[in-house]
T-cell receptor, first 113, second 116 residues
Framework: AQSVTQLGSHVSVSEGALVLLRCNYS??????LFWYVQYPNQGLQLLLK??????LVKGINGFEAEFKKSETSFHLTKPSAHMSDAAEYFCAVRDTGFQKLVFGTGTRLLVSP | GAVVSQHPSRVICKSGTSVKIECRSL??????MFWYRQFPKQSLMLMATSNEGSKATYEQGVEKDKFLINHASLTLSTLTVTSAHPEDSSFYIC????????????FGDGTRLSIL
C-alpha cells in the first residue's frame, strides 16, 4: 500500500530563513505526489503536485519540491520564510489510476520574527 | 480555480440529533468526492469515497449507518451524522475530484462539528 512519512511534527525557522519540510514515500509504481497547506480551521490548499513530468516542481507562494526517485523523497522547500507561511503542511501520495490520497501525519511550520 | 463549498462551517447541537453537511463543487463536475475526518493536531483520516449515482465506499472501521453519504448529483455530496454523540465531535472535510482524473482533489473549508 502507498504511504508517506513526514519527518518532524514541528519545524521552526526564523523569518527569512530556508524552509525544508521532509517527505518520503513508499510506492511500488511511479506515484503522484502532493503538498497541501492547512491554515487553522480551514480545509487544505494545494501547494504543488508531481505527476511524473519535471522532477522539480514549482508551486504557489514561492514553494517548490524536488522528486528524487533514488531517495524516494519529495521534500518541500522555500528559500525565505515569511510569517504568513506558518501553517500545517501535509504531504500526500496517490496511486496512478486511483483517486484516493494517503496523507502524511503533517508538519507544523512555525515562523518566528 | 476549482472551488469546493462546504456548509455549514460550524455546527453545535445536542446529543442524539442528526447533522447534515453539504459539499458542493461550484465550477466543475465531480464524479467522485471524499469525506475526511480530522482530529485536533492530527492528519486527515479518509472516511469514505462518494461516487455519483452509486453507494459510497467506506473505509474500514467507519460505521455506514452512523455516517450516511449521498451523492445525488455531479456537484453535491452530503454527509449525515446520525444520532450524533460527543465522540462524533470533530472537523469534517470534503474534497472533490474533477471528472478529468488527472486533476488533484480540491478541498472544502471543513465543518467543525461540536456535539454537546
Amino acid at each position: 500500500a502507498q504511504s508517506v512519512t513526514q519527518l518532524g511534527s514541528h519545524v521552526s525557522v526564523s523569518e527569512g530563513a530556508l524552509v525544508l519540510l521532509r517527505c518520503n514515500y513508499s510506492s511500488s509504481v511511479p506515484p503522484y505526489l502532493f503538498w497541501y497547506v492547512q491554515y487553522p480551521n480551514q480545509g487544505l490548499q494545494l501547494l504543488l503536485k508531481y505527476t511524473s513530468a519535471a522532477t522539480l516542481v514549482k508551486g504557489i507562494n514561492g514553494f517548490e519540491a524536488e522528486f528524487k526517485k533514488s531517495e524516494t523523497s519529495f521534500h518541500l522547500t522555500k528559500p525565505s520564510a515569511h510569517m504568513s507561511d506558518a501553517a500545517e503542511y501535509f504531504c500526500a501520495v496517490r496511486d496512478t489510476g486511483f483517486q484516493k490520497l494517503v496523507f502524511g501525519t503533517g508538519t507544523r511550520l512555525l515562523v518566528s520574527p | 480555480g476549482a472551488v469546493v463549498s462546504q456548509h455549514p462551517s460550524r455546527v453545535i447541537c445536542k446529543s442524539g440529533t442528526s447533522v447534515k453537511i453539504e459539499c458542493r463543487s461550484l465550477d466543475f463536475q465531480a464524479t467522485t468526492m471524499f469525506w475526511y475526518r480530522q482530529f485536533p493536531k492530527q492528519s486527515l483520516m479518509l472516511m469514505a469515497t462518494s461516487n455519483e449515482g452509486s453507494k459510497a465506499t467506506y473505509e474500514q472501521g467507519v460505521e455506514k449507518d452512523k455516517f450516511l453519504i449521498n451523492h445525488a448529483s455531479l456537484t453535491l455530496s452530503t454527509l449525515t451524522v446520525t444520532s450524533a454523540h460527543p465522540e462524533d465531535s470533530s472537523f469534517y472535510i470534503c474534497s472533490a475530484v474533477p471528472t478529468d482524473s488527472n486533476q488533484p482533489q480540491h478541498f472544502g473549508d471543513g465543518t467543525r462539528l461540536s456535539i454537546l
